[in-house]
C-alpha cells in the first residue's frame, strides 16, 4: 500500500516535471527570440542550455523523495564507523555501560518483585494477617499465631475483617511409594484457596462442608510442583496417598500459578512452598483449648475498612474473649498488611540498594558524558570543517546524540546479557529468608524499565556533548584553535567530582574489603570438626513406635549395615550436628552441686554413637570417646567449655555430672573440642555428648564418611535404610561442607553484593577519572604542545600534569577513608572478627584506588605529552 | 538530509545562491536561473536544468514551497517562494559562509 501511494505520488511527480521542464524551455526560447533569434535555432538552444532532461529527471525525483529511514541508516553507519575508530574508546564506554545497566537491572527486578509489586492475589492490597498478642508475654514473644477458638470467635463477629481464613503448617511422611518422603502440608480453611485465588487444575478445591468443625477431613489438594514430581499423573483426582499411615483421597491439583503466602510470620521459613492441602476442620479439642496458638490468620477486610477498623473491632472482641478467659491472660489482636509481612525487613535494605545503584548509574552517565566531551574535541577539526561546507548543527548535534545512543543501546544489551547471568548468580547465592525468591526472574516489565534507562543515560549523556558540538566555531577550528566550542565546565567543578567519586568508591571498597576479611575469618574459623566428605541426612521416626531397647537395637543393626557399603569407612548418628542450632538445652549440674536449677549452667544435650567423634573429626583433647564397652554404664564426654563452666580449675575426667535435669550422674570420660551449634558467628556453645543407647533420639541425623564423594553413597544408602527403616522418610540430604556452605549463606550473599558493587564502582571510577582527565588535556593540548616546544621534557611533564590530576583523586581519597572510618558504627553489625577500622584492609583499599586513580592519569597525560608537539609544530 | 552529507562546496553554493534569489520574492524555475545567469554563470554551466533537482531538495526540506500560478505572459508555471524555515537557514548560511570565506581568508594569509 505504502509502496502503491509512493508510486502515484512518483508519477504524479515526474508529470509535474515534464510541465515544468516544457515551461522552462519555452521561456528561455521566448527569451532568445524576443533578442532577434530565429525561432526554430531560439527553440533548438534553450534545449541545448537546458541540458539532459532524463538526467535532471531522475535527480530532481530522486530529491523530492522524503527518507527518513535511510536518513537514519546513514546516521547510524556513520556512528558506527566513527564508533569503531576508536575501539578502545567505544569498549570502555560499552563496558562501563553495561555494568552499571547490569546492576540495575539486576537489583530492580529483585526488588521489584520482592518489594515494589502487589503479592499475586486478587485484590491483594486489602490483605491482611491477623495475630494475638497476649500482653503478659509481649516481653518473651510480642506476636502470637491464633487461638483456634479465638479465630472462630473474629471470623463470626469482626464485620469490618471481611472473609477470614486460617491455616497451619504440618509435615506428614507418605509411605507406599518407592521410598518413605516428608512432605510440606499445610491444613486450610475451605475459604483460604479460593480467597487466595488459588484454581483447580484437575478436580476441585475443598467444600466449606469439609472444614466443618468434626468433619471427616480425609480429601487433599496436591500442589502443582509435589503433583509433578509424583509423575504429573492427568488422573489422580480420586487415587489416595498413603499419610502418616493413613489413606487420603487425592480430590484435587492447584493451577501451577500459585504461589502459597510463605513467610517466617506466618508459621514457615520460605522454602520451595507446601506440597499438598487438606481442610482445616478443627477437632471439637482444638476449638476448645485455651492455650494453643498454631494457626497464622489472613483476611480480606471489607470494602472501604480500614486495618485501624478491624483492628479496634477486634479489640472490643478480644476484650471480652479476656472476661471469658478467666481475666488471667489479657488478649488482643493486631492487623497488619500481608504484603509488609511477606516482605518482612527485607524491603528497606533493598529500596536503599536500588537507589545506590541509581546513583553508580547516573555517575556512570556523567562520566560517560566527559569521556565523549574528550572524544569530540580530538575531533573539533572534523567537525568545523563540516560546519563550514554547510553542515547543519542539527545534525551534528543529531550525529553525537546518535553515537551516545548507539553506545547506549549496546551497553544495555550487554547490561541485560549481564543481568540475566548475575541474577541466576544472585538468587543461587541467596539464603533461604529473601522473601518471594521463587517469583524473581526478568520479564518483560523489568526489560521494559532497563530498555527505558538506557534510552535515559543514552540521551543524558549525549545532551552535554551534542550542545557543545553545536556551537563549533569553524573559523575557530580552522585556524588551529582549540576548535571544542564552548568552553567546558570550570576546572575546579570537574576536580571535586573527581573527588567525590574517588570518594565514594573508597567508601564502597572499603566496606567490601571488610567483609571480605570477616569473610576470610569465617572461613578460617576452627570450627572444632572436620568438614570432610561426609553425608549427613535425618531420620524422622515417628513418636512412639518402639521402646528404647528397641530403637538402640535397631540403631546398632543400622550403623552395622551402613558401614558395611564398600566405600563407607564411618558411619555414626546424633541427635543435632553443628551449626544446625542448639538443641535440647537443658541445665548440667556437678555431682552435689550446691546451686538451685534457676541457677545452673545451661547445655546442649546431644545423644551419639561411638562412631560419632571420629566420623565428623570432633577431636577429643583428653580422655576417650564412648564406645561398645560403656554400654549399660553412664558415662558422659563433655565440650572443652562445658567441662570448663563445671570445673574451672579442676580435672573433669573421673567426675561425675548430671546431664540434664531429670537425669542421673554420669561419669566425664572424655573432653571434646568446641563446636558452634547456633550458627557460624556464634560463640562456642556448652555441649554434653551421651551415648545413644541412654536414651535413643526420635530425630536422629545419621553422618557416614566415604573416601570419595559423599554423594555417590547416597544409592547404597537409600538401600540399606530401605530395609532397616522403611517406614521412616529420608530427609535433608546434606554433606558436612554443605552444612558449612549453609551457615555461611547469608554472609557469602551479602559479600557477593557489595563485590559486584565494589567492583563496578572502581571499574567505573576508573573511567570517569580517565575520561576528565582526557577531556581536560585535550582542552590544553596547545597549552601542553606549546610548553613541550618551549624545551620542556616530556618525561617530566608527564609527570607534573600526572600529578596534577592526582590531586583530586588523592582528596577523594582521604575523604573517602574518613567516610569510611565514620561509617564504621553502620558497619560494625556487618562485619565478623575484624573492627571497622582495619588498617590492613583500609591501607589496600587505599593502594588500590590510588594505583588505580594514577594508571588513569597517567594514561592520558602520557598521550597528551607525546603525541602534542608535532602538530603544533605542524601548525595544526 | 541525508544529502546534507555529501554536500560538496558547491551544491551548498547553488542552494545558498537559490534561498537567496527567492528571498527576493516567488519566482518560478526559468526566472531563478535568469537570476541566477548575471551572478555566477558556472553554477550553471552543466545546464539549467541542474536547477531542479536542487528546487525538489529545498522543497523537501520544507525551505520553498511551490504552486502553478499564470506568469505575467499568460503561461502556466509553477512558482516557488521561501518558507519561514528557508528564511531561516538562509540567515545561518550566509553567516556559515561567511565564517568559510573568512577561515579560507585566514588560512591564506597564513600561509603566506
Known sequence: ?876 | MAAESRLDVLQGTLDLLVLKILHLGPMHGWGIADRLRWGSEEVLQIGQGSLYPALYRLERQGLVRSGWETSDNNRRARYYSLTAKGKQRLTAEREAWQRMSRAVDLVLRMSV
Not at chain 1, 556551537?471 to 567530582?497: C, H, I, K, N, Y
Request: proline share 6%; with cysteine.
Open chain 1, 1 to 876: 500500500m505504502k509502496r502503491l501511494i509512493g508510486l502515484f505520488r512518483r508519477r504524479a511527480t515526474s508529470h509535474r516535471l515534464t510541465e515544468e521542464f516544457e515551461a522552462h524551455i519555452a521561456m528561455e526560447a521566448e527569451h532568445l527570440r524576443r533578442s532577434g533569434m530565429d525561432p526554430v535555432e531560439a527553440d533548438r538552444i534553450a534545449r541545448v542550455r537546458f541540458g539532459g532532461r532524463a538526467g535532471f529527471r531522475a535527480e530532481a525525483l530522486d530529491e523530492a523523495r522524503s527518507r527518513p529511514v535511510e536518513d537514519l541508516a546513514q546516521d547510524i553507519r556513520y556512528g558506527v564507523r566513527t564508533l569503531l575508530r576508536t575501539p578502545r574508546f567505544t569498549a570502555v564506554a560499552i563496558a562501563t555501560l553495561a555494568l552499571g545497566i547490569g546492576s540495575a537491572t539486576v537489583f530492580f527486578s529483585v526488588a521489584d518483585h520482592v518489594v515494589i509489586r502487589a503479592l499475586p492475589y486478587p485484590d491483594a492490597g486489602r490483605l491482611v494477617v491477623i495475630r494475638e498478642v497476649i500482653e503478659e508475654f509481649t516481653d518473651k514473644y510480642p506476636v502470637l499465631p491464633a487461638n483456634a477458638g479465638h479465630f472462630l470467635e473474629w471470623r463470626r463477629r469482626c464485620a469490618s475483617c471481611g472473609e477470614l481464613g486460617a491455616f497451619r503448617h504440618l509435615s506428614v511422611t507418605m509411605t507406599g511409594t518407592a521410598d518413605p518422603e516428608q512432605l510440606r502440608l499445610v491444613r486450610v480453611s475451605a475459604n483460604l484457596l479460593p480467597m487466595l485465588g488459588a484454581r483447580a487444575a484437575l478436580g476441585r478445591l475443598f467444600l466449606a462442608d469439609e472444614d466443618r468443625t468434626g468433619a471427616d477431613d480425609r480429601g487433599v489438594v496436591l500442589g502443582d510442583r509435589f503433583w509433578r514430581r509424583l509423575g504429573a499423573d492427568p488422573a489422580i483426582v480420586g487415587r489416595t496417598l498413603t499419610l502418616d499411615g493413613a489413606p487420603w483421597l487425592v480430590v484435587g491439583v492447584l493451577a501451577g500459578d500459585f504461589v502459597f503466602p510463605n513467610t517466617r510470620a506466618l508459621g514457615e521459613p520460605v522454602g520451595s512452598g507446601p506440597d499438598l492441602f487438606r481442610p482445616l476442620a478443627f477437632k471439637d479439642w482444638e476449638t476448645t483449648t485455651a492455650g494453643e496458638f498454631s494457626y497464622s490468620v489472613i483476611g480480606r477486610l471489607a470494602p472501604g475498612a480500614a486495618t485501624a477498623r478491624a483492628e479496634s473491632e477486634l479489640a472490643g472482641i478480644a476484650r471480652e474473649l479476656t472476661r471469658t478467659g478467666g481475666g488471667r491472660l489479657t488478649f488482643k489482636a493486631t492487623v497488619s498488611r500481608l504484603q509488609h509481612q511477606v516482605v518482612g525487613s527485607a524491603g528497606k535494605p533493598l529500596l536503599l540498594l536500588l537507589g545506590a545503584v541509581a546513583v553508580v548509574l547516573l555517575i556512570v552517565a556523567i562520566n560517560l558524558a566527559h569521556l565523549l566531551l574528550a572524544q569530540n574535541l580530538a575531533r573539533g577539526r572534523e567537525w568545523a570543517v563540516r560546519v563550514a561546507v554547510g553542515a547543519a548543527r542539527g545534525r551534528l548535534v543529531r550525529q553525537t546524540l546518535t553515537e551516545s545512543l548507539l553506545l547506549a543501546a549496546a551497553g544495555g544489551a550487554g547490561g541485560i546479557l549481564l543481568a540475566t547471568w548475575g541474577l541466576r548468580a544472585l538468587l543461587r547465592a541467596a539464603p533461604a529468608d529473601l522473601p518471594r525468591q521463587t517469583e524473581i526472574h526478568l520479564d518483560l516489565r523489568v526489560l521494559v524499565v532497563s530498555l527505558l534507562v538506557t534510552m535515559l543515560v543514552g540521551l543524558g549523556f549525549g545532551a552535554l556533548p551534542a550542545y557543545r558540538s553545536s556551537a563549533v566555531d569553524p573559523a575557530d577550528a580552522l585556524r588551529g584553535g582549540p576548535g571544542g566550542g564552548r568552553p567546558g565546565r570550570t576546572r575546579s567543578g570537574r576536580s571535586l567530582f573527581v573527588s567525590v567519586q574517588s570518594a565514594l568508591t573508597v567508601v564502597l571498597l572499603s566496606a567490601t574489603g571488610l567483609l571480605i576479611t570477616s569473610f576470610v575469618r569465617l572461613t578460617n574459623l576452627e570450627l572444632g570438626f572436620v568438614a570432610g566428605p561426609v553425608l549427613a541426612l535425618d531420620l524422622p521416626f515417628a513418636t512412639g513406635d518402639q521402646s528404647h531397647a528397641q530403637r538402640a537395637t535397631l540403631f546398632d543393626d543400622m550403623l552395622g549395615r551402613l558401614r558395611a557399603i564398600p566405600g563407607v569407612t564411618d558411619a555414626a548418628l546424633t541427635s543435632a550436628l553443628p551449626l544446625e542450632g542448639e538443641s535440647q538445652l537443658d541445665f548440667m549440674a556437678r555431682e552435689h552441686d550446691p546451686r538451685r536449677l534457676g541457677e545452673l549452667p545451661l547445655a546442649n544435650i546431644l545423644y551419639a554413637s561411638p562412631g560419632y567423634f571420629t566420623t565428623t573429626g570432633t577431636p577429643l583433647r583428653r580422655g576417650r570417646p564412648f564406645d561398645a564397652a560403656d554400654r549399660g554404664k553412664r558415662v558422659v564426654v563433655l565440650s572443652e567449655q562445658a567441662a570448663a563452666t563445671l570445673w574451672p580449675n579442676e580435672e573433669p575426667l573421673g567426675k561425675r555430672m548430671m546431664p540434664g535435669s531429670n537425669d542421673s550422674l554420669a561419669e566425664v570420660i572424655g573432653i571434646a573440642a568446641d563446636v558452634r551449634m547456633a550458627g557460624i558467628e556464634q560463640p562456642a556453645s556448652t555441649v554434653v555428648y551421651l551415648p545413644y543407647w541412654s536414651r535413643p533420639p526420635q530425630n536422629v541425623t545419621l553422618v557416614i564418611k566415604s573416601g570419595g564423594r559423599p554423594e555417590a553413597m547416597l544409592p547404597a544408602v537409600r538401600a540399606v535404610l530401605r530395609s532397616a527403616t522403611p517406614t521412616v522418610p529420608v530427609t535433608r540430604v546434606r554433606t558436612l561442607p554443605g552444612v558449612v556452605a549453609t551457615a555461611t549463606a547469608g554472609r557469602r550473599f551479602q559479600l557477593l553484593v557489595f563485590l559486584a558493587f565494589g567492583g563496578s564502582a572502581i571499574v567505573i571510577a576508573a573511567v570517569g577519572i580517565y575520561g576528565i582527565v582526557a577531556h581536560s588535556l585535550a582542552e590544553r593540548r596547545k597549552e601542553i604542545g606549546l610548553r613541550l616546544a618551549l624545551g620542556a621534557s616530556p618525561v617530566s611533564l608527564q609527570r607534573t600534569i600526572t600529578v596534577e590530576a592526582l590531586t583530586p583523586v588523592m582528596i577523594g581519597l582521604v575523604a573517602g577513608l574518613a567516610g569510611a572510618l565514620a561509617m564504621g558504627k553502620v558497619l560494625a553489625s556487618m562485619l565478623f572478627e575484624v573492627s571497622p577500622g582495619d588498617p590492613v584492609t583500609l591501607m589496600t583499599v587505599a593502594a588500590v584506588v590510588l594505583l588505580v586513580g594514577l594508571a588513569a592519569c597517567w594514561m592520558p597525560a602520557h598521550r597528551a605529552t607525546r603525541g602534542a608537539l608535532l602538530p603544533i609544530l605542524r601548525g595544526d
